[in-house]
């Protein structure tokens, strides 16, 4: 199995790197996936290396030793699989699911899974919550992208969570060639049926079809985070945004006067960090996951 850089330099498996302020570590199961999207480094044409996902680096290690390093640790607060859909994963994933049960520590498994049985069987090994990526919101882009239909795969998401209330998350990439609007009206809908949207921002990988593809104005970003927190917590409903004519939000219907720094954290499952996912360290992160330290941003004619 592979964990991500930094879980493995958290869990002391690794000795190099600074320690980050991780509450969630990172697994991977399988490489090179049965499907293509576009942006992912793990895609079956995709020519960026086999331990890469996003612009993380997964080193592998044998099962048994990350599950006696993450005994080791208290910190842990969850485990967040990535299962590459390969002839494998899913075999191994079970594994794991059976052997880290009697640490109680809560798992996220992040699948594209094809059918609600396959979606059901998940929760029936174990994990707390299913990760069902949606990444690309545009129903066009989504065929181009990803393959497949972006309304079907809602209904797939409806069914699994109407089983599963509130256990069920979903990603969005910002920066995929869509409208602000049309990630909020997204987030709003799946707010509405009881699903946790985690933002991503696009992130070029040298190898896949999108590596010249840019990656998203942190402006924009933020205020779909803004947007995304405003809707999340129930504070405000997207019917009331207004947005300019290229679909950039220009107004909550809300005071966004004193806005906390929880809107710009990391978002998805409890307790989710992904540190530098979409980012180098050296830049203004698009996610925090320790410290808030951003610049401002512009809604309409104010800056904010
Ligand atoms: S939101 Fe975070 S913890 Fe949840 S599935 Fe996505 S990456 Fe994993």
Redesign the pocket.
């Known amino acids: 199995m592979r964990i991500s850089y930094g879980s493995a330099r958290f869990l002391g498996l690794i000795k190099s790197g600074p320690i980050l302020k991780m509450r969630?570590i990172?697994i991977m199961f399988g490489e090179r996936c049965m499907f293509n999207c576009a942006y992912c480094a793990q895609a079956k044409t995709s020519q960026a290396s086999e331990g890469m996902l996003s612009r993380i680096v997964w080193p592998k290690f044998e099962m048994g030793e990350v599950i006696k390093a993450v005994e080791r640790s208290f910190e842990v607060r969850?485990i967040?699989m990535q299962i590459v859909s390969s002839k494998v994963s899913k075999d191994e994933s079970f594994d794991f699911l059976k052997s880290v049960r009697k640490l109680k520590i809560p798992i996220?498994a992040?699948v594209r899974v094809v059918s609600e049985k396959e979606g059901f069987e998940w929760f029936e090994r174990g994990v707390e919550?299913l990760?069902i990526a949606t990444d690309v919101v545009d129903e066009k882009l989504y065929k181009l992208y990803r393959g497949g239909e972006l309304q079907k795969h809602i209904s797939l998401l409806a069914n699994i969570a109407e089983k599963f209330p509130t256990r069920v998350?979903t990603?969005v990439i910002v920066g995929m060639g869509e409208t602000e609007k049309q990630v909020v009206e997204f987030i709003q809908s799946m707010h509405d049926i009881g699903v946790t949207v985690?933002l991503f921002a696009f992130t070029p990988i040298k190898g896949t079809r999108l590596e010249s593809h840019p990656k998203p104005s942190i402006h924009s970003y933020r205020r779909i985070q803004l947007a995304r927190y405003l809707i999340e917590k129930n504070l405000v409903r997207a019917k009331f945004f207004k947005f300019s004519e290229v679909g950039e939000i220009t107004d909550y219907g809300f005071n966004i006067e004193r806005i906390p720094n929880e809107a710009f954290m990391t978002s998805?499952?409890p307790n989710?960090t992904?540190p530098y996912y979409n980012e180098d360290p050296g830049e203004e992160s698009y996610n925090f996951f320790d410290e808030v330290k951003r610049t401002s941003f512009v809604v309409g004619k104010r800056k904010v």
Do not use: K, Q
């Open positions: 969630t990172y969850r967040c996220s992040n919550r990760g998350t990603h985690g998805g499952c989710c992904r």
